[in-house]
Nanobody, 117 residues
Framework: QVQLVESGGGLVQAGGSLRLSCAAS????????IGWYRQAPGTQRELVAR???????NYADSVKGRFTISRDNAKNTVYLQMNSLKPEDTAVYYC???????????WGQGTQVTVSS
């Protein structure tokens, strides 16, 4: 089992920045991908950014150039630096860890990000 704990959400004005953290614990070996997803009310959960075990990163088009995903392997923590925030970035942000060969998915409890105009 993998436990994921997100932190760093909050209320920020448009144009501001936040940094989200996702701390992983438990059986963290063989995690292939860690990603950040978000879900706004009435919408489906969508991928924001993800980082593969080899370091490759992917971003949703809507956040490219504004968000950066990174990791600290020593701390088993993945970060999402969010700059130039927009009201449409308002959502609950979830951390996801995936073990591909084991076909296992783990989710954190989510952290609320609210961007005021």
């Amino acid at each position: 089992q993998v436990q994921l704990v997100e932190s760093g959400g909050g209320l920020v004005q448009a144009g501001g920045s936040l940094r989200l953290s996702c701390a992983a614990s438990g059986s963290t070996f063989n995690i292939n991908i860690i990603g950040w997803y978000r879900q706004a009310p009435g919408t489906q959960r969508e991928l924001v950014a993800r980082i593969f075990s080899g370091g490759i990163t992917n971003y949703a088009d809507s956040v490219k150039g504004r968000f950066t995903i990174s990791r600290d392997n020593a701390k088993n923590t993945v970060y999402l630096q969010m700059n130039s925030l927009k009201p449409e970035d308002t959502a609950v942000y979830y951390c996801n860890a995936r073990k591909v060969l084991q076909n296992e998915d783990y989710w954190g409890q989510g952290t609320q990000v609210t961007v005021s105009s």
